[in-house]
């Protein structure tokens, strides 16, 4: 059983930074894809970013390319989200998810172990 343990998340102003961050253990814990969804209340949960499992291959929903930057470190079992020039609409609880497959992939249903979520706050 993978288990997901995120951080980094707050309160901050628009035009601010954070890093959140996906710390992954487990015993069957190789390199597969990981993401960081989002969800605000009432809509669905939103894909913001995935990274294959070499780190290699990225991809980024149109609304954060060029100010978000998804990454990892194997090494520690570890992914982070680097979120630059946020925005107020990029508030919501961030997810970070490990997907069954070692490429990138876009689908919820491909990803079988979720954290717990951490809040990000953008006031304007």
């Known amino acids: 059983q993978v288990q997901l343990v995120e951080s980094g998340g707050g309160l901050v102003q628009a035009g601010d930074s954070l890093r959140l961050s996906c710390a992954a253990s487990?015993?069957?814990?190789?390199?597969?894809?990981m993401a960081w969804f989002r969800q605000v209340p009432g809509k669905e949960r939103e894909l913001v970013a995935a990274?294959?499992?070499?780190?290699?291959?990225?991809y980024y929903t149109d609304s954060v390319k060029g100010r978000f930057t998804i990454s990892r470190d194997n090494a520690k079992n570890t992914v982070f989200l680097q979120m630059n020039s946020l925005k107020p609409e990029d508030t919501a609880v961030y997810y970070c998810?490990?997907?069954?497959?070692?490429?990138?992939?876009?689908?919820?249903?491909?990803?079988?172990?979720w954290g717990q979520g951490t809040q990000v706050t953008v006031s304007s």
């Open positions: 998810a490990v997907s069954r497959f070692p490429g990138v992939t876009r689908t919820s249903g491909d990803y079988d172990y």
């Open positions: 487990g015993p069957s814990f190789s390199r597969p894809g």
């Open positions: 990274i294959s499992g070499t780190g290699f291959t990225t």
